[in-house]
């Protein structure tokens, strides 16, 4: 068993792929579940923190064993109307493109999931450091599939997030995921 557990720790920390087709369905919140892997937990206070840098925490969030993808959800109480979801796909795509110094979009459709609408993203993203940084840092490279959807006069957004160049490792992942949600 010790040597199963460092192995499994080895080859996650050393961005050896590991199996993600083990699934376990999670409920986030009454009436809203999606599938995981069964690898990933919920996400420490500590990482959420440090990931997270809002007053309003997501309603879950969870990542992966090398912390390297993870998943929130988050809800908001704007008052979009579910007929507004093409503007909402707007807004949001705009929003997206304003917080990154460079967006290259892979996906963004309006999709029914299980019965239900959804404005859908997928993207490479890069932030770039300052100029005028004291240390000098690396641009952060980010593969992101983003999902907002509009339920019971909320709108709830399915976030998933991992470094780009972990991008071949987690797409069909993140895809599994996102193509799980299932709202009540």
Not at 37 to 52: G, L, N, Q
Not at 139 to 166: C, E, L, M, W
Request: aromatic share 12%; net charge negative.
């Amino acid at each position: 068993m010790i040597a199963f557990l460092l192995g499994f720790i080895f080859l996650s920390n050393h961005g050896i792929p590991l199996p993600q087709n083990d699934y376990v369905s999670v409920e986030i919140a009454q009436g809203i579940t999606l599938n995981l892997p069964k690898s990933f937990v919920p996400m420490p206070e500590a990482v959420m923190d440090r990931r997270y840098l809002s007053a309003r925490k997501p309603l879950a969030a969870y990542i992966s064993p090398d912390q390297q993808a993870d998943l929130s959800v988050n809800t908001s109480n704007a008052r979009w109307q579910a007929g507004d979801l093409p503007m909402l796909q707007n807004f949001y795509r705009a929003n997206i493109l304003s917080l990154y110094d460079e967006v290259t979009f892979i996906k963004e459709s309006l999709e029914k999931i299980n019965g239900k609408d959804f404005a859908v993203f997928e993207f490479l993203s890069i932030v770039r450091p300052e100029e005028d940084a004291l240390t000098p840092q690396q641009p952060v490279k980010k593969y992101t599939y983003i999902q907002y959807t509009i339920h019971d006069g909320k709108t709830y957004v399915f976030n998933f997030n991992s470094p780009a160049d972990r991008r071949d490792q987690w797409e069909e992942t993140a895809k599994t995921i996102m193509e799980s949600i299932k709202l009540k």
